[in-house]
């Protein structure tokens, strides 16, 4: 055991210049509270001023290109992010594996390239809900996640999240149970991957998290932190958060 949960937040394509107050105040509270990593994925326009204003709080981006360069308007990489402040990026999110097309073996090469950039990685799995009603959600979670693993993952560079697409956004989250049960399948398929260090691997839980929820959720032995959207747009909502992972990081010390 012993792995430090990890709290980040997830602006999506939320946040202008005038939210920049909030990265430091959500900076305060991270140094409030140094038991428990904290960041912030911020939208690329705000990573470089964002990382002047981050206080404890680290700043990550939410996607990267796979390669370093090149003919790919639009894009960013990984090199490029770490050059504006980033020190994590999200890969394969849901939002991006659907809408964008994304694809298991894209997420692994976007992670790899994270990694070579010196970025630390969130990669992002899930189920939808037809696939949790057929009674298939840890298997089909736990290929996808097999699928977008990079062969050298370590607990060092890289955390899972998984986050039911279902519950993103909409205020549903899964069963305690639920969720207990899916970390452990996804912890004992790390395993199958890469042994002993799937003990050390943070493995997030995302999808409707908040102050109300997220002392419950942290409590689940295999949950180690949060990937947050909405309750982490503002430090007043974000903070309950990071406040519950202190509290579960005391109770297991
Ligand atoms: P949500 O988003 O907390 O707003 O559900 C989580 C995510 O998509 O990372």
Same mark, same amino acid.
């Given at each position: 055991?012993?792995?430090?949960?990890?709290?980040?937040?997830?602006?999506?394509?939320?946040?202008?210049?005038? !939210?920049?107050?909030?990265?430091?105040?959500?900076?305060?509270? #991270?140094?409030?509270?140094?038991?428990?990593?904290?960041?912030?994925?911020?939208?690329?326009?705000?990573?470089?001023?964002?990382?002047?204003?981050?206080?404890?709080?680290?700043?990550?981006?939410?996607?990267?290109?796979? =390669?370093?360069?090149?003919?790919?308007?639009?894009?960013?990489?990984?090199?490029?992010?770490?050059?504006?402040?980033?020190?994590?990026?999200?890969?394969?999110?849901?939002?991006?594996?659907?809408?964008?097309?994304?694809?298991?073996?894209?997420?692994?090469?976007?992670?790899?390239?994270?990694?070579?950039?010196?970025?630390?990685?969130?990669?992002?799995?899930?189920?939808?809900?037809?696939?949790?009603?057929?009674?298939?959600?840890?298997?089909?979670?736990? =290929?996808?996640?097999?699928?977008?693993?990079?062969?050298?993952?370590?607990?060092?560079?890289?955390?899972?999240?998984?986050e039911p697409?279902?519950a993103i956004?909409?205020?549903?989250i899964?069963?305690?149970?639920?969720?207990?049960?899916? !970390?452990?399948?996804?912890?004992?398929?790390?395993?199958?991957?890469?042994?002993?260090?799937?003990?050390?691997?943070?493995?997030?839980?995302g999808g409707s998290?908040?102050?109300?929820?997220?002392?419950?959720?942290?409590?689940?032995? =295999?949950? =180690?932190?949060?990937?947050?959207?909405?309750?982490?747009?503002?430090?007043?909502?974000? #903070?309950?958060?990071?406040?519950?992972?202190?509290?579960?990081?005391?109770?297991?010390?």
């Amino acid at each position: 055991m012993g792995r430090r949960k990890l709290v980040v937040g997830n602006w999506k394509m939320n946040g202008m210049r005038a !939210h920049l107050d909030e990265v430091e105040a959500i900076g305060r509270v #991270a140094a409030a509270h140094p038991s428990v990593e904290v960041g912030l994925c911020l939208p690329a326009t705000l990573i470089m001023a964002g990382s002047e204003r981050r206080g404890a709080a680290f700043i990550g981006g939410q996607n990267c290109h796979m =390669d370093i360069s090149g003919a790919y308007t639009g894009s960013l990489s990984a090199e490029m992010l770490a050059e504006a402040g980033a020190t994590w990026v999200i890969t394969g999110h849901s939002e991006r594996r659907e809408a964008r097309g994304e694809t298991n073996a894209d997420i692994a090469s976007k992670s790899e390239a994270a990694h070579k950039a010196g970025i630390n990685v969130i990669l992002c799995v899930g189920e939808t809900l037809a696939v949790r009603d057929a009674g298939k959600a840890e298997q089909v979670v736990a =290929d996808q996640l097999l699928a977008s693993l990079p062969d050298d993952a370590a607990a060092d560079w890289l955390a899972v999240a998984y986050e039911p697409i279902w519950a993103i956004g909409t205020g549903r989250i899964p069963t305690l149970e639920a969720v207990a049960t899916m !970390h452990a399948a996804l912890r004992a398929a790390l395993a199958s991957r890469i042994g002993a260090e799937a003990d050390k691997m943070r493995i997030l839980y995302g999808g409707s998290m908040n102050g109300d929820n997220a002392a419950d959720l942290m409590a689940i032995a =295999d949950v =180690d932190g949060g990937l947050v959207g909405g309750a982490s747009l503002s430090a007043k909502k974000f #903070a309950p958060i990071i406040e519950a992972a202190e509290q579960r990081m005391a109770a297991a010390a």
